[in-house]
């Protein structure tokens, strides 16, 4: 139990295009979704919060307008790159939280496998 | 926010048993401690998460000291697949503070 899934898992596009990222858990629901990126040889910095149902919440210094998300539903939420640049290309994770997990620890979030993108 | 330390890096043989420590003085009174582990190109992975005393599962043990200022993840007799980076967290409820990565350790198994 407790699966998420990211489409793509890796994609290639041209400097200016936009890319959309999408984070599925599987078989649980969740109204919170996470979203990390990750340089090489560096750790996870959290970019921003999806809440179902309302707007996300972005740490200090990750751009609203260039990274989109959306949370339409409790077991989808997507990420947007707009106007994509070489300087984005990065592992873009993403990570949910269950809403309730029988026997398991609602603290826990559960990692997307993440999806590797490059910006040409 | 309950900020961690770790070693950068670790290195073992084969077979012995590792044990990765974890730093975490400032800690609220109801954060949870939660490893991950993580492997090149994948989402990290969950290990184990206690709150006090001894966690154990079938991949690792957590030793949780009194204080809760530090956290002690122990694999036993690892092999190569175990090389990985291991990331503790702290934190009380998802959306809070159980979100920041530290540096992490990057575990390296020695045939």
């Known amino acids: 139990g407790a699966v998420v899934s990211q489409h793509p898992s890796r994609v290639i596009c041209k400097s200016g295009t936009s890319v959309k990222i999408e984070c599925r858990s599987l078989?649980?629901?969740?109204?919170?979704m996470f979203w990390y990126r990750q340089f090489p040889k560096q750790s996870l910095m959290l970019m921003a919060t999806?809440?179902?149902?309302?707007?996300?919440?972005?740490e200090q210094g990750v751009e609203k307008d260039k990274f989109l998300i959306n949370h339409a539903s409790l077991t989808l939420s997507t990420l947007t790159v707009t106007s994509a640049h070489p300087e984005d290309s990065s592992f873009y994770i993403c990570?949910?939280?269950?809403?309730?997990?029988?026997?398991?620890?609602?603290?826990?979030?559960?990692f997307g496998p993440g999806t590797r993108l490059t910006v040409l | 926010l309950a900020k961690t330390t770790q070693p950068i890096s670790m290195d073992s043989y084969e077979g012995q048993e590792v044990n990765i420590t974890c730093s975490h003085n400032?800690?609220?009174?109801?954060?949870?401690i939660t490893w991950y582990q993580q492997f090149p190109s994948q989402g990290p992975r969950f290990i184990i998460q206690?709150?006090?005393t001894k966690v154990t599962n079938e991949v690792a043990s957590l030793f949780i000291p009194a204080d809760r200022k530090s956290s002690t993840l122990s694999l036993p007799r690892v092999s190569l697949s175990d090389t990985a980076v291991y990331y503790c967290?702290?934190?009380?409820?998802?959306?809070?503070?159980?979100?920041?990565f530290g540096t992490g350790t990057r575990l390296t198994v020695i045939p």
């Open positions: 967290l702290v934190g009380d409820l998802p959306g809070a503070n159980n979100l920041f």
């Open positions: 400032n800690i609220a009174t109801n954060d949870y």
């Open positions: 206690g709150y006090k």
């Open positions: 999806s809440n179902e149902g309302s707007k996300a919440t972005y």
């Open positions: 990570s949910a939280s269950p809403s309730v997990l029988a026997g398991g620890f609602t603290d826990t979030q559960y």
């Open positions: 078989d649980f629901q969740a109204t919170t």
